[in-house]
């Protein structure tokens, strides 16, 4: 048979094997048995050089012209074996409504303390953060805490074992101290972030929870200012009926010592007058000569109040441990 008379034949042959194929897996031999390197198509191709000089560009043209068919009807049969793999394998109503996905939210710790960031940011304060892993120097020493002082017990503070002893940060005013340390006043900073405390599971207490912490340094900074920047934020996060007090308290690092206690239509409908929300006060004079500024030129204010706390207060929640067991059934609420 010349090579003329075999085009045909073959090209019908491939047409169907192609058509045949069930799968995506029997295609591809079938495109390497004709249109592969050693395939009978490319055979054809090869075999041009021997014909007549005036033969070849009538064979050539029926040659290019059944490739390009072939290949044609290998791209639309591969095309449907793809969608056919691609359907499920038992029947599907398509009428039926989708299946909505979850959306993912913030915790709730955190909807909390970026509310807290946006109140003081509107005062001009700054974000500060520091260390977890931190010293006694600056988490003790630099505060104003006397070496005797209980917080620096080992009931009450975790050490690490290794010999420079460091320990797990027991509030963040250690980061006002490194802040002190690397900037000079005027400044205005607030510090959110873990702490850890050797406390007793319960429904109050966790042994690691959130601080926030606000400092500000200035010339001729009074109580009063103080008094004025607690009581904007605590009403931008717990309605303008909060109503503050101030009580005389000791921090060894604040001088004078405020606890700060709040009420609202929330802590009366709980059965109380008045809640503790905040410790506060004046910066003590040994702590910024502790930082190498004059106590004499700046004044300043600092207090501090626990995430969980505000978070349960503002979502009615009424035991701390759920903001950590991680239950999807708790956390969708918020």
């Not at 409504?97 to 915790?107: K, Q």
């Not at 042994?207 to 900074?221: A, M, N, S, W, Y």
């Not at 904007?232 to 405020?258: A, I, M, Q, W």
Request: glycine share 8%.
């Amino acid at each position: 048979m010349s090579l003329l008379n075999e085009i045909e034949p073959l090209r019908n042959e491939a047409l169907h094997a192609l058509t045949a194929a069930a799968d995506l897996a029997a295609l591809d031999q079938a495109r390497v048995q004709f249109l592969g390197a050693q395939g009978r198509v490319t055979g054809l191709m090869k075999q041009l050089g021997s014909l007549p000089k005036e033969e070849r560009p009538a064979a050539g043209k029926l040659i290019n012209q059944a490739k390009t068919e072939i290949e044609a009807v290998l791209d639309s049969r591969k095309a449907a074996l793809e969608l056919k793999a691609a359907l499920p394998k038992e029947p599907t109503d398509f009428t039926l409504p989708g299946r909505r996905r979850s959306v993912g939210r913030l915790h709730p710790l955190t909807q909390v303390t970026e509310d807290i960031v946006r109140s003081f940011r509107r005062l001009g304060f700054a974000v500060a953060d520091g260390p977890e892993v931190e010293d006694e120097h600056h988490c003790f020493d630099a505060l104003n805490t006397p070496a005797d002082h209980p917080a620096r017990d080992l009931q009450d503070t975790f050490y690490l074992q290794t010999p420079a002893r460091p320990l797990l940060r027991t509030h963040t005013s250690s980061v006002q101290i490194r802040v002190m340390e690397k900037q000079k006043p005027p400044l205005r900073v607030i510090i959110p972030g873990r702490v850890y405390r050797r406390d007793n599971a319960d429904a109050t207490h966790n042994p690691t929870f959130h601080q926030i912490e606000g400092l500000c340094v200035d010339r001729g900074v009074t109580v009063g200012d103080l008094k004025g920047a607690v009581e904007f934020v605590f009403k931008e996060l717990l309605g303008d009926d909060v109503k503050l007090r101030f009580r005389p308290h000791y921090f060894s690092y604040t001088e004078p010592s405020y606890e700060i206690d709040f009420t609202n239509s929330l802590v009366r409908k709980l059965g109380k007058q008045w809640m503790e929300i905040a410790g506060c006060g004046m910066v003590h004079p040994q702590v910024f000569e502790n930082v190498g500024y004059d106590p004499e030129t700046w004044s300043g204010w600092a207090f501090g109040f626990g995430i969980e706390r505000l978070a349960m207060l503002r979502y009615g929640v009424n035991d701390i441990r759920l903001f950590y067991e991680n239950d999807i059934r708790f956390l969708g609420q918020f």
